[in-house]
């Protein structure tokens, strides 16, 4: 445990004097925040709380892609084969990684909740409580996965492919960037089986206290179980050597690690209306502008 | 003598078909610095890799201060210190950071102050790892290496790539090492590293070792001659060098004539009159006392850095 908190330490020190980080993982996000609010906040508390909540998944769910470049530069580098001399064990290295990642993502999730309450007249605080969890695990979670693709990719080329694959497909069907409730009812079934989406719905949710304790339990559920998984795999799968290349069938791992989110996509789209709530939910706060309203129930 | 720290039996180790270590055998003795001096691509890395256990062997048995380093775990990364053949470390990590974070992560460290001061980075303690030169960098891999004052540290290539001033640098801590009675595991392709580092030195080449002894006994064996090296303006007839006085074997390596002799005096006068006798003319003399390169030209017809 020791050597995971040295290691957190420096991961956070080393992540400060990094201007890519600053940029992608305050700066950016903050911009989205800026534009989305402008665009569709309108004044209305409600709508900045939702787009908050939008804003807060893609600043959590950046934990994926920083992770999995800086773990295979590292190992292209040879730095990782120095720290294997030591007596330090993957798991503390990856454990490591998502400790400084929570601590860095946590900041800048107050600073884009403070500047809604200020500068954009949010009256809410949300459901705090909920926030605080679905950030933690988030950001747990997503940093898992890409310390998955880093350890099942062998050259950053390699490693960039695949994060932009999986970061669309995320973008796109979480409902973060685009409601989930403008989508077509198939597209929002299949959203279901993303975990970008118990996210997203659930920080929406959280920010408009919309959620149900049952949603927001569900989501912390699903994210919980892929953290717990995806770092298991991401354990097993690690490599400390440049040349150890990892097969090509070591891929199907990103495929297992989805595994969970297959179970809770069947359930949710089976047993559960949280699609229906979605829907309702976002046409209570944006009224008419709301397509889920045209679209009638799933 | 005392029971060896570190014990290597019939070390096999291959790259796809590439057969890197054929049947590697060696022990080194508390205190001792022993060197394993090849080529490149003689074995020497693999060897010391497995040893640090960053490599499985294909076959053969390995120890190190008493344990296996592939199975030990911990345990054994408590006991040795390793400079790899390139170190590397986060651009913006600072050299006081490294060295902190290295000792953190072991049961018995030194002061990392003391450590600063003893490689000369005191002052660049604030520097980032981006910022140092090759040397530094070196000295402070070095200092990492020896972070948890180990029992055994190993060396690979230590001074490979640095200019001659910073090597001596590197040459008189592993001198201070020695003094401190670390048992000392290091590779090089330097004639002079292992002369004037090594209590003994194993040779290896193609993934075997070829010679073993202290370098005087090394020498000795090769007869203590000392080498000639020339270039004619004409190649001379066969077998015509052999004949010099002194002479007690020649070889060729692209136009260079090797000369070992007995009496190297002798050997010049006879081989000006042999020249002027052929009409030929002489166009670089240089004289080397006997060394380890000699051994190895003896035992592989080739040279050390081919």
Known sequence: MSNTWSLTKIRIRLALRNKAF???????????LFFFVLVFGKGSSDRVAYVLGSILTLTVMGS???????????REQGILRRFRLAPVSAGALLAS???????????AIVIEILICRVAFHMTTWGNPFYVFVLVTVGAATFSSFGLIVASVTNTMQETQVINNLIWSAFLFLSGATVPLAAFPHWIQSVALFSPATYLATGLQGAMTQLATPHEVITDFIALAVGLIVSFEISRQLFRWEPEAKAASRAKLWVVVAMIPFLVFGIYENVYSNRLANIRRGFGSIFGDNAPSQHQGQN | MSE?????????????????????????????????????GAGKTSTIEILEGLRAQDRGNVSVAGLDPQTAGPQFKQQVGAVLQSTALPEKLR???ALSLFANFYRRHHDTE?????????????????????????????????????????????????DPQVRREIYDI??????????????????EEAEKLCDRVAIVDRGKIIAEGTPRELKQRS???????????RPPRDGALKTLDGVTDVREFDGVYVLHSSRPPQTIVSLVKHLESEGSDLQSLEMFSPSLEDVFIELTGRRLRE
């Open chain 1, 97 to 107: 990684s998502i400790f400084a990642n929570y601590v860095l993502v946590f900041p």
């Open chain 2, 95 to 97: 050299v006081g950071e």
């Open chain 2, 114 to 162: 003391a450590l600063l001061k003893r490689f000369q980075l005191e002052e660049k303690r604030n520097a980032f790892y981006s910022q140092l030169s090759g040397g530094q960098k070196q000295r402070l891999a070095l200092a990492l290496a020896l972070v948890n004052d180990p029992v055994v540290v190993f060396l690979d290539e230590p001074t490979a790539g640095l």
């Open chain 2, 174 to 191: 592993i001198e201070e090492l020695k003094s401190d009675k670390k048992t000392i595991l290091l590779t090089t392709h330097y004639i």
């Open chain 1, 22 to 32: 600053i940029f992608f993982g305050v700066a950016m996000p903050l911009a989205f």
């Open chain 1, 64 to 74: 994926f892609w920083g992770l999995s470049v800086q773990l295979v530069m590292f």
């Open chain 2, 4 to 40: 060896p720290v570190i014990r290597v039996e019939d070390l096999h180790k291959s790259y796809g078909t590439v057969e890197a270590l054929r049947g590697v055998s060696f022990e080194v003795h508390a205190g001792e610095v022993f060197g394993l001096l090849g080529p490149n």
């Open chain 2, 223 to 233: 007869g203590d001659t000392t080498r000639i090296e020339v270039r004619l303006s």
